[in-house]
């Protein structure tokens, strides 16, 4: 089947969304979008083609996928600004945390199905197709906050998931459509969403294809909170990631570190792990600061060491 022709067999599979009944997908494009470049793009890697950056808060460091025509579709180029962009964010010392968002309408509405459909086993499995994509999971120390509205399906659901966390609006559409072009999920939809939701929803979810909206994510534990509107949206996970941000970077890094190993580790190892982390901060300035400015009362000054 033609590239062209799986796309559109795709479109016309995909269920009538909850929240508007007369809806369906809209079509996506394989077209480009690119802006001129902001003085943040140049400072942290930039110019880029298919995303921007940003610093809304103190401290904390902006990433907004832009692919609009192509409702931020991800391809290869798009995850290779991506890594670049949360790279330079990683070492920039006056960011403390991330956020990852797209538009109103789309999060990213899954994988540009034209890049993967020519594609035979041994290109996918000799140049490790999508594994890049997990880099910001292995690669990135500081906190991740993904504000997703709109479409969240396949890969966009993954990216997502792959965040620290989730905020969302209510009517946001995640899913795992994937059967439906005969594949599964490729980067990590069914290990991260069957520990996020159970074995037996995340089953449901990824045989059927069906989708989800805000609310449910939140319910089952996916999205951390939801919001009414995408202003909304942004303006609490601005708010949520500037007050990371203002907390000592060694202790927030070290956070992110025990949480993630409970994914990893079984009870007694994950607690004895989290032990070892506890007392390694015995070690650092901030440790030190902290206790003092609470024991006086006072705001601590953190050295971030």
């Known amino acids: 089947m033609t ?6 067999n795709l479109l016309r599979s995909l ?5 508007r009944p007369s809806a369906v997908l809209p079509r996506l494009t394989s077209r480009s979008y690119s802006s001129a470049p902001s003085e943040s793009d140049k400072t942290y890697g930039g110019p880029y083609t298919y995303l921007s950056v940003s610093e809304p808060r103190p401290g904390v460091g902006q990433v907004t996928l832009s692919r609009p025509k192509a409702l931020n579709a991800l391809c290869t180029p798009l ?10 964010l990683d070492r920039a010392p006056q960011i403390g945390s991330i956020v990852l968002t797209g538009s109103a309408k789309a999060f990213a509405a899954g994988a540009d199905i034209k890049e993967m459909a020519p594609l035979t086993f041994s290109e996918a499995y000799t140049t490790s197709f999508i594994e890049s994509w997990s880099e910001l999971v292995t690669a990135i120390k500081k906190p991740i906050l993904a504000a997703v509205s709109g479409y969240a399906l396949g890969g966009g659901c993954e990216l997502a998931l792959m965040c620290d966390l989730i905020y969302c609006t209510s009517t946001a559409t995640f899913g795992q459509p994937e059967i439906k072009l ?3 999920p490729g980067a990590g939809g069914s290990q991260r969403l069957t520990r996020a939701v159970g074995k037996s929803k995340a089953m449901e979810l990824i045989l059927t294809g069906k989708f989800f909206s805000g609310e449910e994510a939140e319910r089952w534990g996916v999205a951390a909170r939801t919001f009414e509107s995408h202003e909304k949206l942004m303006e609490g996970t601005l708010e949520t990631a500037q007050t990371i941000a203002g907390y000592s970077r060694v202790a927030v890094m070290a956070a992110k570190e025990v949480v993630n190993k409970s994914q990893d580790l079984a009870l007694r190892d994950g607690v004895e792990y989290e032990r070892r982390v506890f007392h390694s901060l015995f070690g650092s300035e901030d440790q030190k600061i902290g206790m003092k400015a609470f024991a006086e009362k006072q705001k601590p000054e953190w050295a971030h060491k």
């Not at 269920?15 to 929240?19: D, K, M, Q, S």
Request: no cysteine; net charge positive.
């Open 182 to 184: 005969g594949t599964v």
């Open 15 to 19: 269920p009538l969304l909850r929240a």
């Open 3 to 8: 590239a062209p022709a799986l796309r559109a």
């Open 79 to 88: 995850i290779k600004e991506l890594n670049t962009a949360l790279r330079h």
